[in-house]
């Protein structure tokens, strides 16, 4: 059985600053991050 998770994180109020974005990357190191939010996308399970 294969699992996809999605997560997306969106900047509202104000642009993410550097600080913010280095703070996410130790989060995770594979996401996408910008100033405009964070998207994360795995896959595990059987191919």
Do not use: W
Request: without cysteine; proline residues 2%; glycine residues 4%.
């Amino acid at each position: 059985m294969n699992e996809y998770q999605y997560y997306e994180f969106l900047a509202v109020d104000r642009p993410l600053s550097a600080d913010d974005q280095q703070a996410l990357r130790v989060i995770s190191s594979r996401a996408r991050i910008a100033a405009t939010g964070f998207t994360k996308t795995t896959t595990n399970g059987a191919t």
